[in-house]
């Protein structure tokens, strides 16, 4: 079957991220400068390749000085690791038939480990202009210790400042390319 080569559409895409905070409310935060690519058979994005990288000078969570914390060396260190990224080593059904498992290598701040995320498959169409796009939510949850991010705060009250867990929420629009 012939290869079909897909790009993100940064324009109609989004890449987000949660965190508890205090351990009473959640954070969101997004990066605002991303790429990737992915290779299926024919449509077929049960089996897809891919690729996916962000940049972390780019984080952006609505306040200026958590914005540089999370730049600096007590989080993503961007000046060392500008990078995150993500390679697609393995996709299987899950539960409906829209529903995959994806299992890939997540790199952060040096560190990459397997991680597994939830796709859900919105489908294919055309836009206006003759170009065709598919759509793909991509949820999971991360421990940010795993890849060295353990900067955090005791509170008076128990528990710390920042959750370990850390909740992905990607909406991509890849672009067929032709």
Known sequence: MQKTSWAIDPSHSEVTFRVKHLMISSVTGKFGTFSGTAQTEGDDFSTATASFTAQVGSIH??????????????????????????????????????????????????????????????????????????????????????????WNAALETGGVLVSQEVKINCEIQLLKEK
Do not use: C, M
């Not at 498992?101 to 990459?112: A, F, H, W, Y």
């Not at 498959?121 to 421990?143: E, L, M, Q, R, Y």
């Open 61 to 150: 969570t609505n306040d200026a000085q958590r914005d540089g914390h999370l730049k600096s060396a007590d989080f993503f260190d961007a000046e060392k690791h500008p990078e995150i990224t993500f390679r697609l080593n393995k996709v299987s059904a899950a539960g409906g038939a829209s529903e995959y498992n994806l299992e890939g290598e997540l790199s952060i701040r040096g560190v990459t480990k397997n991680v597994k995320l939830h796709a859900e498959f919105g489908g294919i169409g055309k836009d206006p202009w003759g170009n065709t796009k598919a759509g793909i939510s991509v949820t999971g949850t991360i421990n940010r210790d795993d890849f060295g991010l353990t």
